[in-house]
């Protein structure tokens, strides 16, 4: 008879699917940028334009998701932003120019905008602090498995039927894991049919996550005094992964001369290595907590020497010609870049679990925002010079200012009472914590 798989490996499944889909929808209009252009009579500064569009709404519907989720729980929050997107990912295969392919955009940053909010507020309830570094390392690793699958993906879809036919394709793909994510998961870990005392007794303690929705109002004065550094940061950070995640299969198709196949599978390459990235920069952060009982060490000195990696790996970029080479250093610049990813999203989940929905609402805000800007200034500036590479100048400049900012992060206070830091928790599961969970178990 074969044995049930446990239900935190289900449900970690489940987030993991859940990241690979949400990517997926989201970079099908970078994969599919080139023949979009040229079919509708595009230029660069409009691509650059319909780029951002997304990023309008997913910035403002990040802190509304995020609130919205602490307030509802995470299931109520994911179902209904996940029907929004499938929606808006169906209607960019309908679009006609500019406008369509703006307002389509703009409803998917609706439907995205909440969900890693969300996700953080279901992973809190459901993981303790010892493993909030993998978990958001796995579960984005998944995001960057889409990045990298989606240009191959989309250019076959294209070549077989069309550009068109590949988005409604893939929002069908969306609707499936819907249904089967309302069937299963449960915002209440302890309330899930298939949860056993061993899987129980290891969760977060109920006191310190506000399972299922948060009835304490918001400190919003104190959050985002707290939080404004991590937002600062991750802002930082997007700037340099949003002209990955946009304009990265353009900039080998125009840039370099490829064709839509080459383009595809440099661009996959670049991306799987942010895969491994998201992953390593998680496991690392969370054996940094364990074996130091420090998150400033596990969360802000990991943030900084990824960013110190991938600023050294992409200053190549602006004067290297081989392609090869170029493709290297950028998948390296980007695999660093990745690494911040686990450690910065547990930065939330360390300071507020009874408020991570919105916290970490706030955080990824900041990555939002500089997606509004920085492909419309990059589609700018290729169609004002010609250059390709001119516009990374830019991210050299503020993955510096993110080192300089990360110093300002504090994950070791908590900010709601009686909450201990992830530090205090890994100490006491080193002091015998899991003795106890397995006495529970006995009983």
């Not at 979009?36 to 990023?55: C, E, M, S, Y």
């Not at 298939?194 to 310190?208: C, G, I, N, S, Y």
């Not at 942010?274 to 943030?303: C, E, H, P, Q, W």
Request: hydrophobic share 50%; proline share 5%.
């Amino acid at each position: 008879m074969l044995q049930r798989p446990r239900v935190t490996r289900s449900v970690l499944a489940l987030m993991c699917a859940m990241s690979f889909i949400m990517y997926l929808d989201r970079v099908n209009l970078s994969a599919a940028a080139g023949v979009i252009r040229d079919d509708l009579h595009l230029t660069n500064t409009d691509v650059g334009l319909v780029f951002g569009a997304f990023a309008y709404t997913y910035a403002i519907c990040q802190i509304i998701g995020g609130w919205v989720s602490d307030r509802f729980g995470a299931k109520s929050t994911l179902v209904l932003c996940a029907s929004i997107w499938i929606v808006a990912t169906v209607a960019t295969g309908f679009a006609g120019g500019v406008v369509s392919l703006f307002c389509a955009r703009m409803l998917l940053g609706v439907g995205e905008g909440a969900a890693l909010p969300a996700q953080a507020r279901a992973l809190v309830n459901w993981y303790p602090a010892s493993q909030r570094g993998f978990v958001q390392g796995l579960t984005h690793s998944f995001s960057r498995l889409g990045n990298a699958v989606t240009p191959p993906l989309i250019a076959l879809l294209i070549a077989f039927a069309s550009w068109r036919a590949s988005f409604v394709l893939v929002g069908a793909l969306t609707a499936v894991w819907v249904v089967v994510y309302a069937w299963y998961f449960k915002d209440n870990p302890r309330q899930h049919r298939h949860m056993t005392a061993e899987e129980e007794a290891a969760l977060p303690p109920e006191h310190k996550v506000a399972v299922d929705k948060t009835r304490e109002p918001t400190p919003w004065a104190r959050l985002i005094k707290r939080i404004a550094p991590t937002m600062i940061v991750y802002f930082c950070y997007g700037w340099t992964g949003w002209l990955f995640f946009t304009w990265l299969p353009s900039f080998f198709m125009h840039g370099r001369g490829l064709d839509l196949k080459s383009s595809a599978l440099f661009s996959a390459g670049v991306f799987l290595s942010g895969v491994v990235g998201n992953t390593v920069g998680g496991v690392v952060s969370d054996r940094i907590l364990k074996r130091t009982g420090s998150v400033v060490a596990a969360r802000r000195n990991m943030i900084i020497v990824a960013f110190l990696g991938a600023l050294v790996f992409l200053a190549p970029v602006m004067f290297v010609k081989s392609l090869p080479v170029m493709a290297a250093s950028m998948s390296l610049s980007f695999f660093f870049l990745e690494m911040t990813i686990g450690p910065i999203w547990a930065v939330p989940m360390d300071i507020t679990p009874k408020h991570v929905g919105i916290a970490s609402g706030l955080v990824n805000a900041g990555s939002a925002v500089a997606g509004i800007f920085s492909p419309i200034v990059f589609g700018f500036i290729v169609d004002r010079t010609g250059s390709w590479t001119l516009p990374f100048i830019g991210s050299l400049g503020l993955l510096a200012a993110g080192i300089v900012m990360t110093f300002y992060m504090r994950p070791d206070i908590t900010l709601d009472p009686g909450s201990s830091s992830s530090a205090d928790d890994a100490t006491r599961l080193g002091r015998g914590e899991l003795d106890f969970a397995e006495r529970r178990v006995g009983r």
